[in-house]
């Protein structure tokens, strides 16, 4: 069984900075790639930005230069550290993770996602 919980969500004004943390746990063998992903009222779930595990990253045109994406192996958890924050960044924010539980092939896992909001 594996979960991922993300926190770190909240209320936040224009202009302001959150950091979402993504935390793995059970009987994980390995987690390769990681992603940030977020749905906002009345919109279809988007791509924020993944990283492997060797730590590439890439990112959604609309967060480039604003989000930065990292994650602690060792603890496996993910982080995603908004800053400039917009009111249209506003979203229910989901971690995913590809994770491998031996002797099983790696499946895709989803948290329950944190609330994100942005405005004055």
């Known amino acids: 069984q594996v979960q991922l919980v993300e926190s770190g969500g909240g209320l936040v004004q224009p202009g302001g900075s959150l950091r979402l943390s993504c935390a793995a746990s059970g009987s994980i063998f390995s987690i390769t790639g990681m992603a940030w992903y977020r749905q906002a009222p009345g919109k279809q779930r988007e791509l924020v930005a993944t990283i492997t595990r060797g730590g590439n990253t890439n990112y959604a045109d609309s967060v480039k230069g604003r989000f930065i994406i990292s994650r602690d192996n060792a603890k496996n958890t993910m982080y995603l550290q908004m800053n400039s924050l917009k009111p249209e960044d506003t979203a229910v924010y989901y971690c995913?993770?590809?994770?491998?539980?031996?002797?099983?092939?790696?499946?895709?896992?989803w948290g329950q996602g944190t609330q994100v909001t942005v405005s004055s």
């Open positions: 995913n993770a590809e994770v491998r539980v031996l002797p099983l092939a790696p499946t895709t896992h």
